[in-house]
């Protein structure tokens, strides 16, 4: 089926930055399709970015300007690249599909934002 291992959290202070990493393999992911979600706690999982097709990426519109998400075709992964981080982006991050159903969840990467 396939697989994803988010890596790249950690404690950053506000105004920070930060990037992720997704390393995706199997048939049922493909990063020209691939996204970001978050889930802060006590909160669903949101869509942060993705790419939807055609090079074209989407965003939410809270982290417009500020995230951008990116790829490496050659090493099947996937990237997220976070400045100015502010305290509401505190959450676990996780990549999956971006487009159509979703396929197994990885185990996320926690990314604090505190001074």
């Known amino acids: 089926q396939g697989q994803v291992v988010e890596s790249g959290g950690g404690l950053v202070q506000p105004g920070g930055s930060l990037r992720l990493s997704c390393a995706a393999s199997?048939?049922?992911?493909?990063?020209?399709?691939m996204g970001w979600y978050r889930q802060a706690p006590g909160k669903q999982r949101d869509l942060v970015a993705r790419f939807i097709g055609g090079g074209s990426t989407d965003y939410a519109p809270s982290v417009k300007g500020r995230f951008t998400i990116s790829r490496d075709n050659a090493k099947n992964t996937v990237y997220l690249q976070m400045n100015s981080l502010k305290p509401e982006d505190t959450a676990v991050y996780y990549c999956?599909?971006?487009?159509?159903?979703?396929?197994?969840w990885g185990q996320g990467t926690q990314v604090t934002v505190s001074s």
């Open positions: 199997g048939s049922m992911f493909s990063i020209y399709t």
């Open positions: 999956n599909r971006g487009v159509g159903s979703f396929g197994p």
